[in-house]
């Protein structure tokens, strides 16, 4: 076993991918950490979230949750926690490395890893991840393309399919598509600022954001590591989440092993206690959850003292709504109990990073910080009686049939056309509709596709590793486009091409 730990000097590193001016020029007093946070704000892929699904997809009452408002909800619990957590780090003096400095640093570090948490998914929330996956899973077993045998040089018979022609890697970046992969693609290249780095954003940040960091061929589901549960980057980006990893140390040099970064446990944390309490809020306000199914979500709680205690409480308040003659006195209670329940999760989760504090720094932690708390059965079972009762509903489950016809139309669509373009077949091979299409296309999503396609092509003499790379990259500026779409452009766009009023 590694040795190896973790410091927060270096965990929160100010690099940047392109730098950033000195204060002593502009006057900017701002931390780098602070100036990552306004830029955020102020980008409008953080307000496209505004109209981009929580739980329920192109919902229309002003009252449910948009990606927006649970971002800024996390972003407010994630800063709870980095205060909680410093206070009782220099309080117990638990690290010579970590002081008030830090402790500022790091609250504006998770609070804009919240906002960004949720940055990089497509439209029509996690069920718009499911359809692009599994779109590709069969897609790239079908799909045939025209390859080069040498040099300027086609033969019509050399046709392979696209997982023949892509990497393995390549390959199952789509197959195993990730809006968390695709975060970090969209701030560091799509989100175009000043230049192809993206929003430039601080590597600290950066890191904080990569929840799983390992490669699309590296998962591992089966190994009960949390680090291996997902994919955290595309092939695409592999260098810089490499310059990411080592700049803030979260690389072992001598195993070459990578750890999560420390902030990303209470980013993940801050996520499920929104999610998992405003999912039941939500589907108490829609109608799909009662009074009643949360008594006997409560009821199903092993331990005796939570139990009795999470009921009283929801009783208590339901008493209260009842005595002040309130309109509804049910979800008045169980709005105040989830206000509550949050409260009561913060602190847990707090103490629970304390009490995990080495093995989190020594990149030993394989779980969650939910993982053998109090509030680990509770966190569970609310996320069970939101399943049950909210996402499988048939008015959801109808929502989302629409969402994979159009999701799936613009895959297929889209994905034609680019085929052969910027290729030395696309004259011959691309049809008139299909530039119709690639006209639809942002030129941002177009620039930063031939940015990379150059450099690459630059770089690289063997001329089928070009042609498989611009490949894959034209695959990816299809997904860009898609996930940059919000719920009610995705179906403007979708009624517009189909010909529906």
Known sequence: MSNYRMNWKSLISEDSQRGRTNFKITGDLRSPFEKDYHRILSSASFRRLQDKTQVFPLEKNDFIRTRLTHSIEVSSFARSLAQSVSSKIILGKLDDDFGYEEANHISNILASAALLHDIGNPPFGHFGEDSIREWFRKKLEEIEVQTPIEENYYDEVEKKKLNKILTKQMCEDFKMFEGNAQAIR?????????????????YALLNTLIKYPVSSTSIDRECNDIRKKKMGYYFAEQELFNKIVEGTGTKDKETGEVYRHPLTFLLEAAD??????????????????????????????KDETLKNNLMEKLEYFKKVGVDNDYENPEIYGIQRWIVSLQAIFLNIVSNSFIKNYTSIMNGEMKTDIFKDTEIEEIVKELKKLATKKVFNSKAIIKMEIAANNILSFFLENFMNAFLYYDTDLSEEKMTGIDQKFIDII??????????????????????????????????????????????SYAKTLYQELVGID
Do not use: P, W
Not at 186 to 202: I, R, Y
Not at 272 to 301: N, P, R
Not at 447 to 472: A, D, P, R, T
């Open 272 to 301: 499920d206690i929104a999610y998992c309490t405003a999912d039941v809020e939500d589907g108490v306000k829609k109608g799909f959850i009662h009074f009643e199914d949360l008594l006997e979500c409560i009821s199903s709680i």
């Open 442 to 487: 942002s030129d941002n999503y177009l620039h930063i596709y031939k940015h990379y396609s150059k450099q690459y092509e630059n770089n690289e003499g063997n001329k089928f590793l070009v042609f498989q790379y611009k490949l894959y990259l034209r695959l990816l500026l299809v997904t860009d486009y898609i996930c940059g779409m919000t719920d």
């Open 186 to 202: 969209l701030v560091s290249k799509l989100h175009f600022f000043l230049d192809e780095n993206g929003m430039n954003l601080t």
